[in-house]
T-cell receptor, first 114, second 114 residues
Framework: DGGITQSPKYLFRKEGQNVTLSCEQNLNHDAMYWYRQDPGQGLRLIYYSQIVNDFQKGDIAEGYSVSREKKESFPLTVTSAQKNPTAFYLC?????????????FGDGTRLSIL | GQQLNQSPQSMFIQEGEDVSMNCTSSSIFNTWLWYKQDPGEGPVLLIALYKAGELTSNGRLTAQFGITRKDSFLNISASIPSDVGIYFCAGQRAGSGNTGKLIFGQGTTLQVKP
């Protein structure tokens, strides 16, 4: 089945540790996005990538890093510099060509601090 | 970053009732999207709107792209228990190019009493 797969579903981070969240899509979409969701708030954009080997900061990029070495993969690293990492992280992708195509989302990764 | 003003924040209704929610912005948008999110899952696209004044239905759901291009409305008719969840509006601001960047509302939490 085509879709967006995020793993793991739950992740725990120790103080001072970097952790990496996986996002893989087999929809052949060009663009991919990472969002952070906190309770009672909308989604906030962390990073996005429109093509392989290129990515841009979103509204809350501090303490996060990404890479886009393959079209289907867009991993997000939550670094030790992110002091409040506990949140629900969502990955999305969309096709860029032609008429505007909406973003479609994975099922998220919930990150907690040990 | 900017967020859309979505209201109401929460609703608790009786099964069979109709529901209305809306989003407003101080900026002009060229695309409006409505998503539904179930607990612990990613948002799922319900309706996409691309033209001012556009009225689109998806089953019991109807959404409209406001004439001013600064607002959008979602109506749910004859609500059922499976309508429970968080509904998000999202928009692409005019002039943002083909980045696909979306701005999200804070969400409307809907609870339906059988």
């Amino acid at each position: 089945d085509g879709g967006i797969t995020q793993s793991p579903k739950y992740l725990f981070r120790k103080e001072g540790q970097n952790v990496t969240l996986s996002c893989e899509q087999n929809l052949n979409h060009d663009a991919m996005y990472w969002y952070r969701q906190d309770p009672g708030q909308g989604l906030r954009l962390i990073y996005y990538s429109q093509i392989v080997n290129d990515f841009q900061k979103g509204d809350i990029a501090e303490g996060y890093s990404v890479s886009r070495e393959k079209k289907e993969s867009f991993p997000l690293t939550v670094t030790s510099a992110q002091k409040n990492p506990t949140a629900f992280y969502l990955c999305a992708s969309r096709e860029r060509a032609g008429h505007y195509q909406p973003q479609h989302f994975g099922d998220g990764t919930r990150l907690s601090i040990l | 970053g900017q967020q859309l003003n979505q209201s109401p924040q929460s609703m608790f209704i009786q099964e069979g009732e109709d529901v209305s929610m809306n989003c407003t912005s101080s900026s002009i948008f060229n695309t409006w999207l409505w998503y539904k999110q179930d607990p612990g899952e990613g948002p799922v696209l319900l309706i996409a709107l691309y033209k001012a004044g556009e009225l689109t239905s998806n089953g019991r759901l109807t959404a409209q792209f406001g004439i001013t291009r600064k607002d959008s409305f979602l109506n749910i008719s004859a609500s059922i228990p499976s309508d429970v969840g968080i509904y998000f509006c999202a928009g692409q601001r005019a002039g943002s190019g083909n980045t696909g960047k979306l701005i999200f509302g804070q969400g409307t939490t809907l609870q339906v009493k059988p």
